[in-house]
């Protein structure tokens, strides 16, 4: 089993639509990152999350850490938000290497 | 600047070719990340450099040599690819390498197709 689950795999939306993309995660974290990579294209550091809640623009991520859950929502979604949204948890490896678990990505399209 | 540079964007070599691929960064960054993305997958990390050193090593072929010259720069010297090697690399960086929250700085990948 993965240490981080990502729900759903693929998720289409009407131009406008509220959208959830979940996260979840086995064991304790130092953080959790919510990326975007669009088709072909290079990765973009959306959010970092350690507690509570981040907003920029029209994205809001959100983490429970006793529920070890994650949230990233896309408010009044637009094409051009359609890309791959991962979750990717800094996993407390008490070591002194910085190592990434992602999930598998959630492919969102937006349609007009 | 809040950039991780990479080059080329895109690279064709065959199975026999040595070629490098470039990494740069000048935000301080001390930890610096090799990873492979093949099509429809998550990355999988490759290398880790922290302050210059080699720190992971995931078991990678040694046809793919590491190299980090200085702060700032980081290497990654092909040499005898497979077909199977074809993937998108990526480049991170973070502030520094303790595994305690800090932001990762990716670049947009080199696309490698070994033929």
């Known amino acids: 089993k993965n240490e981080v689950e990502q729900s759903p795999q693929n998720l289409t939306a009407q131009e406008g639509e509220f959208i959830t993309i979940n996260c979840s995660y086995s064991v304790g974290i130092s953080a959790l990152h919510w990326l975007q990579q669009h088709p072909g294209g290079g990765i973009v550091s959306l959010f970092m999350?350690?507690?509570g809640k981040k907003k920029h623009g029209r994205l809001i991520a959100t983490i429970n850490i006793q529920e070890k859950h994650s949230s990233l929502h896309i408010t009044a979604s637009h094409p051009r938000d359609s890309a791959v949204y991962i979750c990717a948890a800094d996993l407390n490896s008490g070591g002194s290497n910085y190592k990434l678990t992602f999930g598998k990505g959630t492919l969102l399209t937006v349609n007009p | 600047d809040t950039e991780v540079t990479q080059t080329p964007k895109h690279l064709v070599m065959g199975m026999t070719n040595k070629k490098s691929l470039k990494c740069e960064q000048h935000?301080?960054?001390?930890?610096m990340y090799w990873y492979k993305q093949k099509a429809k997958k998550p990355p999988e990390l490759m290398f880790v450099y922290s302050y210059e050193k080699l720190s992971i090593n995931e078991s990678v072929p040694s046809r793919f040599s590491p190299e980090c010259p200085n702060s700032s720069l980081l290497n990654l010297h092909l040499h005898a690819l497979q077909p199977e090697d074809s993937a998108l690399y990526l480049c991170?960086?973070?502030?520094?390498?303790?595994?305690?929250?800090?932001?990762?700085?990716f670049g947009q990948g080199t696309r490698l197709t070994v033929v």
């Open positions: 999350l350690s507690s």
């Open positions: 991170a960086s973070t502030k520094r390498g303790a595994g305690l929250g800090t932001e990762a700085f």
């Open positions: 935000m301080g960054h001390r930890a």
